[in-house]
């Protein structure tokens, strides 16, 4: 809800990239630590599922209500399979950049390159300091 809400905030206002309020709000408000393997894990799974949904709900405008229903369902999805927030933080911030971002290619071209972003970064191990 949280993550809805900026999202309307920062489109209110105008703000040129209004994306970034809901990206900025998962991060934050879901921020932890964790075993360093367990949360390379959590990163990339999160990363897949966030890809997958944001994918199929591009199919839809990028509307606020998409964005939150799908925001809702993945951490249902997420509280079924067991996987804590940092999978579910992840999985918000990769459909909110595959879903949000103005682009000129497809969204699956999209969702492809962050989840290959997090896949690489996660195969070089945590860094100290990580900012999705």
Avoid: K, N
């Avoid at 900025?24 to 894990?41: D, K, M, N, Y």
């Avoid at 229903?69 to 079924?80: E, R, T």
């Amino acid at each position: 809800m949280a993550a809805a809400a900026s999202l309307l905030a920062a489109r209110s206002f105008r703000l040129p990239e209004a994306y970034w309020a809901p990206i900025t709000t998962l991060v934050i408000t879901q921020s932890s630590l964790g075993a360093a393997r367990t949360v390379s894990w959590h990163r990339f799974v999160g990363t897949a599922l966030g890809a997958v949904g944001g994918v199929m709900a591009s199919h839809f405008a990028p509307h606020v209500l998409v964005f939150g229903s799908c925001v809702f369902i993945l951490g249902l999805l997420s509280a079924v399979v067991h996987l804590d927030l940092i999978a579910y933080r992840f999985a918000g911030v990769t459909l909110a950049i595959v879903l949000l971002v103005p682009r000129a290619g497809p969204a699956w071209q999209i969702a492809l390159h962050r989840f290959f972003e997090v896949a690489s970064r996660e195969a070089l191990g945590p860094p100290i300091l990580s900012i999705p």
